[in-house]
């Protein structure tokens, strides 16, 4: 028998901990993992079962997180549910993809079959959806036992492989919307929605505590309003995705399904707030960052948390020799040879090296700088006559990486480069990186990397290399999503970030606009 914990994989549902917790109160241990995490590496904790979490996305997009089927063939038993449902039909062959009728909240449903997973199921009762995708038809092999109007499949089972799945919550979502119940029909009651801006969400943010309520897709406010025990008069039926309460100034903003951002005056108690916060476990937060950056003490509606040592600067010198490689290989990269004429400047501590075309400064201590002097590079992507539109940008994004490993090599460094954002004017692109330590990027105040091509040719580049030290202190990251709801759509990703700070890099949680990766 299995000696590991319940796996709740975290395809960022709003109630992943919420499941965890109710798997821990029946006396159970879980663990709540990231969906990014390798099955092997699920598979060795030897868990006894694994619940697949619900989540915002849509299974059939592009980039959409899944998880490796090799999970349904170990012989755990697997439970889906909402999103993980759908990834679960999605990976074994069911057929998934926009639902005819979207169902949010309460939802009459059907048992065809009180068996199995639902055995003891009354044929008819109200469960609680919230869905615009459904699962048209199962995987083979799998039975259905319940469907509502909006979901010809809304439970499956294939009790062989020992794989389970459901589209509405089986944990108590009721408990996470009665915790909150207070503060949102307090929030939710009112009228005069006005056009917002970003930059007003991001104030409201910084101004204090803050709560957000997001669907997995759109649902007219009039309706949430009601299940919420709210009053809201809105002529429009607008669609919406995301409420945010921000008590530090009094004001709920609503993000529509289309990207709109609206704004009204709301006011909610002090002891509704409190309250709220501790019915549902949640710890306050902030969160750092630059331009982009929110900064909101926030309810925690999921708890996962990150523990990342703490980074100190380390010594790079890229002028003495380096074990396995050295300078050489870096010169090479941008077309130079061990005996290319050089002078040095600042006494010794940078080297220029000159050719026909471009010049090459390197800084002892990692700051790496190229610029071609005309048209005639020395480093060229690609052949003009062969190569254009997407295969240029592939074979520029080549070009850049192999100058990177080549820098990274020569300074000896820990990190690797990781492409944040592509720029691309007329017959100019600019390919920027950041850095990363353990797959966490490290800001510094500056881009780590900058390439900048004309057609084929690369005109300049600069690097700023950097080693880091752990210094044996650790910093707990707590969650940000709450502080994605000033974001439309995927103009913000959610990352962990080193920041510099008293001569350290400290992790933190923040938000950045227009991530490329």
């Given at each position: ?13 709003q109630?992943a ?17 990231p969906?990014?995490m ?236 409190e ?84 010049t090459?400064?390197l ?17 060229s ?25 080549a ?6 460094t ?6 944040y ?11 920027i ?19 900048v ?9 600069t690097?700023r ?12 990251v ?40």
């Open positions: 028998m299995a000696k590991g914990p319940v796996l709740v994989v975290d395809f960022g549902a109630y901990q919420l499941i965890a917790r109710r798997v821990r109160e029946a006396n159970v241990y879980s663990e709540l993992v969906h990014s390798p099955a092997d590496e699920m598979l060795a904790k030897d868990p006894k079962a694994i619940i697949l979490s619900g989540g915002p996305a849509s299974v059939f997009e592009p980039g959409a997180p899944t998880i490796d089927p090799k999970v349904f063939d170990a012989g755990v038993p697997v439970l889906g549910i909402c999103y993980g449902f759908q990834v679960m039909a999605h990976e074994l062959g069911g057929d998934v993809d926009k639902a005819a009728l979207g169902e949010y909240g309460k939802t009459d449903t059907v048992i065809d079959h009180a068996e199995g997973l639902l055995a003891g199921s009354p044929a008819e009762q109200n469960t609680w959806m919230s869905h615009g995708v459904a699962v048209k038809k199962a995987p083979e092999g799998f039975e259905v036992l319940a469907h509502t109007e909006g979901a010809p499949v809304a439970a499956m089972q294939d009790p062989s492989r020992k794989l389970y799945g459901v589209q509405y919550n089986l944990t108590d979502i009721d408990a996470g919307i009665t915790a909150t119940r207070s503060l949102w029909s307090q929030a939710l009651t009112g009228e005069g929605l006005r056009p917002a801006d970003e930059s007003e969400l991001c104030t409201a943010l910084r101004s204090g505590s803050c709560a957000l309520l997001r669907y997995h897709g759109a649902i007219p406010m009039q309706s949430i309003a009601g299940w919420l025990g709210g009053s809201w008069k809105d002529n429009d039926r607008l669609q919406v995705e995301t409420l945010v309460y921000a008590a530090g100034v009094q004001r709920l903003f609503v993000r529509m399904a289309d990207g709109r951002l609206y704004a009204a005056d709301a006011a909610v108690s002090q002891n509704a707030l309250e709220a916060q501790k019915n549902f476990r949640g710890l306050s937060c902030s969160f750092a960052g630059d331009a982009y950056a929110v900064y909101p003490e926030t309810l925690l509606f999921d708890s996962e948390a990150l523990s990342l040592p703490v980074l100190k600067p380390a010594q790079i010198n890229l002028f003495a020799a380096q074990s396995g490689t050295g300078l050489e290989d870096l010169l090479g990269a941008f077309g130079y040879t061990a005996y290319t004429d050089f002078y040095n400047e600042q006494d010794g501590t940078v080297r220029v090296f000159l050719d026909d075309t471009s090459l400064r800084n002892a201590s990692g700051l790496v700088q190229y610029a071609s002097t005309d048209g005639s590079a020395t480093v992507a690609y052949d003009e006559s062969d190569i254009t539109d997407a295969a240029a940008l592939d074979a520029q994004l080549d070009c850049a990486r192999l100058i990177l490993d820098a990274q090599r020569a300074g000896d820990d990190t690797h480069a990781s492409l954002a592509v720029e691309r004017s007329g017959e100019q692109t600019t390919l990186f950041l850095q990363m330590y353990s797959g966490v990027p490290v800001l510094g105040d500056a881009d780590f990397a900058t390439f091509f004309d057609g084929s040719a690369l005109r300049t580049a690097i290399l950097q080693k880091f030290q752990p210094t044996g202190g650790k910093r707990t707590m969650p940000a999503k709450q502080a994605a709801a000033g974001a439309s759509g995927a103009e913000r990703g959610l990352m962990a970030a080193y920041r510099a700070q008293d001569g350290q890099y400290v992790p933190s949680r923040f938000y950045l606009k227009n991530a490329a990766e």
